[in-house]
């Protein structure tokens, strides 16, 4: 722990000599001037060159016609394969899908999944056979 001190005063020394010039001399102050900061700070953005009628961009076609720049956009270029993305059922994302493969899972495991399953299907039958009626009093 005697050289943690030691060596962070090395370092802030390095800095310090890092930022000096070759030949001893502070580096020469900032300009402010008017025309310096407009020339860092202009936003002016120049006009796309529209010479050609139509133009191929990633993901969009541009073309002039009647008058007026129209822009088409394509479709994806890869759909998205079965498996890598969510559906409306609300099941996990299988990485396998593609391959047929199984996940992995312990005996435990799907011991419990068919005990759940069982006791859902059981809560409906239940629920099936319950009729509930609404009486309103006045």
């Not at 069982?118 to 629920?127: V, W």
């Amino acid at each position: 722990m005697r050289t943690a001190p030691l060596a962070l005063a090395v370092l802030l020394l390095a800095g310090a000599a890092l930022a000096q010039t070759a030949d001893g001399r502070q580096s020469p102050p900032p300009d402010y001037s008017r025309e310096k900061l407009r020339q860092i700070f202009s936003n002016t953005v120049e006009a796309p060159d529209h010479d050609r009628n139509i133009e191929f961009t990633p993901g969009a076609v541009l073309f002039k016609a009647l008058g007026m720049r129209w822009r088409i956009n394509c479709l994806p270029l890869l759909a998205p394969l079965p498996g890598s993305f969510r559906t409306t059922t609300g099941y996990n994302v299988d990485p396998f899908a593609l391959t047929g493969t199984e996940i992995a899972q312990t005996p435990r495991t799907f011991a419990a999944r068919r005990a759940i399953s069982a006791e859902m299907k059981r809560i409906e039958r239940t629920e099936k056979a319950k009729k509930a009626k609404v009486v309103v009093k006045p």
